[in-house]
């Protein structure tokens, strides 16, 4: 759970200027209760939530990590 203080909080909730993993914990976590909140504690609400957090980490690692990764290993070599 992202507990920042409340200042940060605040500032958060007007702003989208994320300093730190913590605080992108604190943006995920209130998207997340907010779907929650409008569609109501279930399984299916929970599962989507958990889906599309799921989805997007997959979608992230394909897109960005994995080149990435490729790179460097061009540059500094295999480890296998």
Known sequence: MPYIDKRTRSYLNTSMDINGPGELNYMLTKICKLYIEKFGESYKTYNDVVGALESCKLELY??????????????NGDVY
Do not use: L, T
């Open 62 to 75: 394909r897109r960005k990590v994995v080149p990435y990764e490729e790179m460097k290993m061009e540059q």
